[in-house]
């Protein structure tokens, strides 16, 4: 269970984001809505302990982030605007050091996601070769290779075309039916079911 109490964000001297509460429970999903310059980006960034809020509190499974930041961590499969590869490695380098770190080796058969995600004859590619939509698709194949219960995606599905799209709609069906969280920034729709479902809009602030 993932919750925000009275989440205050600031960017610079002024406050983008201000009293956000929610209460994200395992198998469920939030979707945060928002015009550009609402905050979207930067309230997730602190949800996932990569911002620090400017007042109010993050929880996950009843437990304040800021308490145990290493096993908080542990959890999550965070996931920005940034693919976070290095370019000058292939495909299956780059899967390699992620899993090295933590964020692989599950239950999940790695063949089937990659091939799933339809990646898998890139494996032998060089990041920095591929297209930014298959970048994207090693990006979100990792993050279901990785595991994690609470997955923090911020506008995930960006750049994919809608086969990949369709393909990560199957994948947070899975996560959640295996009762994993999720929250997630998209200015895209999410194949996600409604009733797993809610919904956060955010307004732009005043300058």
């Known amino acids: ?6 989440l205050d964000v600031m960017r610079g001297s002024r406050t983008i984001v201000a009293g956000v509460d929610f209460c ?12 550009n310059g609402s905050g979207k980006s930067s309230l997730i960034a602190a949800l996932a302990g990569l911002l620090p809020p400017a007042a109010g509190s993050v929880s996950w499974r009843g437990e304040n982030v ?31 050091f992620a899993a090295s770190l ?3 080796g599950t239950h999940v058969d ?17 990041l920095n070769r591929l297209s930014q939509g298959q970048r994207r698709r090693v990006a979100l194949a990792r993050l279901v290779l ?4 609470l997955w923090l995606l911020d506008e995930p599905t960006e750049a994919i075309d809608d086969a990949g799209a369709l ?12 009762g994993g969280t999720l929250v997630a920034t998209t200015h895209r ?19």
């Open 1 to 6: 269970m993932l919750s925000a109490r009275q």
């Open 24 to 35: 994200v429970d395992g198998g469920a999903a939030l979707l945060i809505h928002g015009a």
């Open 66 to 96: 800021r308490d145990d930041p290493v096993r908080f961590r542990r959890e999550l499969a965070w996931l920005g605007h940034a693919d976070g590869f290095n370019g000058e490695l292939t495909v299956a380098e780059n899967l390699r």
């Open 102 to 104: 933590g964020a692989g």
């Open 110 to 126: 790695e063949r089937d996601v990659l091939d799933r995600a339809g990646v898998l004859p890139l494996m032998h590619a060089r």
């Open 146 to 149: 990785a595991g994690k219960p």
């Open 167 to 178: 393909w990560f709609a199957a994948c947070i069906d899975d996560h959640l039916r295996a």
């Open 189 to 207: 729709p999410l194949s996600v079911d409604a009733k797993r479902t809610r919904h956060l809009h955010l307004e732009r602030s005043a300058a």
